[in-house]
């Protein structure tokens, strides 16, 4: 019988020719839902007539005597006693229409005992009385419901009153839930959480960090292991960026993003991976070529994720949104975000080659801008390593387009940080527009035609198989060729110079000024020479009009000198004018411990002197030692050294300026001091006294500097230098002894046996012995000190 009535169920061969499978469970489907849709009006109608039949029932029937006189006093009073329907809300016309409603007789209303008809002349409500009456009987069996009157309805027939059913608390259901409440509580009562105490807390997550962090050197190792087969424990490793025990989250996350980014440095491929075509896609590979695609898509795809993620912390740091999860909290964020750009960094740095290059330098340089000292220097420190170790200048191109595209935006109100990085830039030279045909050619392979006329058969043969080896060798070449390499460079530089005489025609009183002048400076002597007397002039009306500072006006004579002393030596150009200047600045400059300007007054000083010594006339040699000589009496240690030795290879250099060490020497003119012209202020007049006083300075080196110098700094015998200090230039030795880090340089042995090896900062009276250093103060000063002095000196430095 079941195999019979199986078979019947089956369709027919026809029938599955005519038909699909989906579609006859796609019929069965419809009919089965018809049938269901049915049967539920069916039971819904039901529903409705027993509710009617109900409500009839539970009223209580009104009589009919003498419904003009009785029936509306009745029927207030019965409103009253009920709950009134807010009759207030409604017009006259609605409240005299309901009224006349009411004393209308009805068949749920009027009393059943009477059969008289009340409603002769509305035939329609007869049919509907008829299927009340031939709805069965019940009794009441459920429960009365109690209704809930609502606001009424206005219709187009009139206002139709709602009332709702009052929601009956299924009392089953009521004791399931208590019942399972009770047994909840009695497990809670067995099992009761115990609350843990702080260390307890400590031992717990300790635990949980340690597990975590094993979990995560197991999936690295393997990794570093076999990268191809276990490139899917990326996605392991990766999904731990999104931990959720809020005692352990920020920890393992930020392991995580370090040991990921540690990972990617280490597997990845030194070539970019491209994306396979639909053909390569379709073609046959061997096993090896198959399993290292699926690598490299792996590990892009990968790569590609990992960097969305730290986007998108830094982005929850940014915008200081908590999320729903509630795991990390506010002030996590930030040591998050730090992980991650120092992640970037390392990647922007270590990874110029691969994939999404670009897409790390469009997040990393805002944040070179951004409020925060640490990320703004760790990316300003990022972005200077990649500038010094990149050789070619592809990845350098790609971060000075984003940066200038960056500062335009912003108006030019940026850290000056962003364009320092420029000076760390690897350009040395770049192409030159010539107007004759450049000589050294790429060399060209030879045509069908030429070789068909010049060579035979056979060395057409030999010609044709030498020019494919060398297409294939310069295929492999791992060095880019020197030309690529020039026009990258030219193009980086063209844009640095767009974005420097940008800012010097629209922001001259920007914070940025200083920077751009030093970039000027350091890359002017490749600037095109068409541009050289606009930005003379430009370079002078910034020092006039009186708005820079002193290291700013610096920093413009400086550009100004390497304009001129590069390509500017053709330019007939005199620049007495910014001479003129820096003789002006130099008593200016801070004798403090920010003496920064030095520096630029040392590199000035050999631009502008020692390498146009042919242009220099010896008036203003001679008013230049001078003015150095007594600057050196006033600033730091490091900078009287690093003055001296310009003061010593001026004298080289101008050998006739030796009449300043002569006192007896006598010229035409009086020397004056306070003229800021070094042509006029007849320095031949006077003598270098201030070496004597320096002859007596606290440090060693100023001491044999000045003895140096007044013995006509000679190049051999006793009043020689030694050749650790003569061989240095005079800003090496600025670096060499300086005090930025407030220690004595070089340090002072004391010359007390009981505390000889002592080195004591500050002046060197706190390195020698009392007695020794007030019989020295005595001798230089010609006097004996008092007594009581000398006790006061003894007692207020013990």
């Not at 090896?288 to 898509?297: A, C, G, H, P």
């Amino acid at each position: 019988m079941k195999a019979r009535r199986n078979k019947k169920q089956i369709p027919s061969f026809r029938k599955l020719i005519k038909t699909s499978k989906v579609k006859l469970e796609n019929k069965l489907k419809n009919k089965q839902f018809k049938q269901q849709s049915t049967l539920k009006k069916y039971r819904k109608e039901q529903r409705k007539l027993r509710q009617a039949v109900k409500d009839a029932v539970s009223k209580k029937p009104i009589p009919l005597e003498n419904p003009k006189e009785k029936r509306p006093g009745k029927r207030i009073e019965r409103e009253e006693e009920e709950e009134a329907l807010p009759l207030d809300m409604m017009d006259e016309d609605d409240l005299q229409l309901m009224k006349d409603l009411g004393q209308r007789a009805s068949f749920l209303t009027r009393d059943l005992s009477s059969s008289e008809p009340v409603h002769a002349k509305k035939r329609k409500h007869e049919r509907i009385i008829d299927k009340y009456e031939k709805i069965p009987r019940t009794l009441q069996t459920a429960p009365e419901k109690e209704l809930i009157h609502l606001l009424p309805i206005k219709d187009e027939s009139g206002i139709i009153p709602q009332t709702r059913e009052k929601p009956v608390t299924d009392s089953n259901k009521d004791e399931e839930d208590q019942e399972e409440e009770r047994e909840l509580e009695e497990e809670i009562t067995e099992d009761p959480i115990q609350e843990l105490t702080i260390e307890e807390h400590l031992i717990e997550r300790k635990k949980k960090l340690q597990e975590k962090k094993m979990h995560i050197a197991a999936l690295a190792s393997a990794i570093l292991s076999d990268p191809e087969s276990n490139i899917k424990k990326l996605k392991e490793l990766r999904s731990m960026l999104m931990e959720q025990d809020p005692d352990v989250a920020v920890t393992v996350r930020k392991l995580v993003i370090v040991s990921l980014m540690e990972l990617f440095k280490d597997i990845t491929p030194s070539y970019k991976i491209r994306p396979l075509t639909e053909a390569e896609k379709s073609t046959k590979t061997r096993k090896e070529t198959q399993k290292l695609r699926e690598f490299e898509e792996g590990l892009v795809s990968q790569y590609k994720f990992y960097l969305e993620n730290l986007e998108q912390m830094v982005k929850d740091w940014k915008q200081r949104k908590l999320k729903k999860s509630n795991v990390v909290s506010l002030k996590a964020y930030k040591g998050l975000a730090e992980v991650a750009v120092k992640s970037l960094c390392e990647l922007l740095v270590a990874l110029p080659h691969f994939n999404f290059h670009n897409n790390i330098i469009v997040l990393i340089v805002p944040l070179m801008n951004d409020m925060s000292k640490s990320i703004s220097e760790m990316c300003c420190e990022a972005v200077k390593k990649l500038f010094k170790q990149d050789k070619l200048g592809q990845a350098s191109l790609g971060v000075i387009k984003v940066i200038s595209g960056f500062v335009k935006g912003r108006n030019y109100e940026v850290r000056p940080e962003m364009l320092k990085t420029f000076l760390c830039l690897r350009i040395k030279e770049v192409e030159v527009k010539k107007d004759t045909e450049d000589i050294n050619k790429p060399k060209k392979f030879m045509t069908f035609k030429e070789k068909r006329k010049s060579l035979s058969r056979m060395q057409r043969k030999w010609k044709k198989a030498e020019e494919k080896l060398e297409r294939e060798l310069r295929e492999a070449e791992a060095s880019e060729s020197a030309e690529k390499k020039l026009k990258l460079h030219t193009e980086t530089l063209n844009i640095v110079f767009v974005t420097y005489f940008r800012i010097l025609k629209k922001a001259q009183r920007s914070p940025l000024l200083p920077a751009v002048l030093e970039g000027l400076a350091k890359f002017a002597h490749l600037i095109n020479v068409e541009f050289f007397d606009d930005l003379l002039v430009v370079l002078h009306t910034l020092i006039e009009s009186g708005d820079l500072s002193y290291q700013e006006s610096l920093h413009c004579v400086q550009t100004a000198f390497h304009i001129l002393s590069g390509q500017g030596d053709v330019l007939n150009i005199d620049p007495m004018k910014f001479y003129t200047h820096l003789y002006k600045t130099l008593f200016k400059l801070h004798a403090g411990a920010t003496n920064e300007g030095v520096e630029i007054v040392l590199q000035c000083l050999d631009v502008m002197l020692t390498k146009r010594r042919k242009q220099v006339s010896q008036q203003r040699a001679l008013a230049f030692i001078k003015r150095l000589c007594t600057l050196a009496l006033h600033v730091l240690p490091n900078s009287s050294i690093g003055i001296l030795a310009t003061t010593r290879i001026l004298m080289h250099t101008f050998p006739k300026t030796d009449l300043l060490l002569d006192s007896e020497s006598q010229g035409s003119g009086v020397f004056l001091p306070e003229l800021d012209e070094p042509e006029y202020c007849n320095a031949q007049n006077t003598a270098l006294w201030e070496l004597h006083a320096l002859r007596r300075h606290y440090h060693p080196i100023v001491q044999r500097f000045a003895a140096h110098l007044i013995a006509g700094a000679p190049s051999e015998g006793s009043g020689a230098l030694k050749p650790e200090l003569s061989r240095r230039s005079a800003a090496e030795l600025f670096e060499a002894y300086s005090m930025a880090e407030m220690t004595f340089n070089p340090p002072v042995e004391s010359s007390n046996p009981k505390i000889k090896g002592k080195v004591l900062q500050g002046d060197s009276f706190l390195n020698e012995d009392l007695n020794q250093l007030i019989k020295r103060y005595s001798s230089e000063v010609a006097t004996e000190l008092p007594l009581d002095f000398t006790k006061y000196l003894k007692t207020s430095l013990h």
